[in-house]
């Protein structure tokens, strides 16, 4: 079965730097794009940032210049390092990955499936 670990997550003070991770783990035959994702209590989930295979990055607006999205294909482990954090950047953030499972591999000529981490809350407050 796949999963996405997450870690990182955390109380810091604004202006502050945190750093997640997310990893990719079990039967996974492809990773294409990757991303974050963040939600708060009542707002839908939106895009922070994603980064395709080949290490293109697109950020929110809100968010740009602040956060960077790595990866590292050969870990299938993708980061998010935040920096000059703000009390708007409260919330939930879920690690987002496409794939193909290794159930299906080579010949698979469907789209690829969606998974999802289990979130992990990054809170910032004085």
Do not use: H
Not at 28 to 50: C, D, H, K
Not at 58 to 64: A, D, E, F, K
Not at 95 to 104: D, F, K, T
């Amino acid at each position: 079965q796949v999963q996405l670990v997450e870690s990182g997550g955390g109380l810091v003070q604004p202006g502050g730097s945190l750093t997640l991770s997310c990893a990719v783990t079990g039967s996974i035959f492809s990773v294409s794009t990757m991303g974050w994702y963040r939600q708060t209590p009542g707002n839908q989930r939106e895009l922070v940032a994603s980064i395709t295979r080949g290490g293109s990055p697109n950020y929110s607006r809100s968010v740009r210049g602040r956060f960077t999205i790595s990866r590292d294909n050969a870990k299938n482990t993708i980061w998010l390092q935040m920096s000059s954090l703000k009390s708007e950047d409260t919330a939930i953030y879920y690690c987002n990955a496409e794939g193909v499972p290794e159930s299906l591999g080579l010949g698979y000529e469907g789209p690829e499936y969606d998974y999802w981490g289990q979130g992990t809350q990054v809170t910032v407050s004085s």
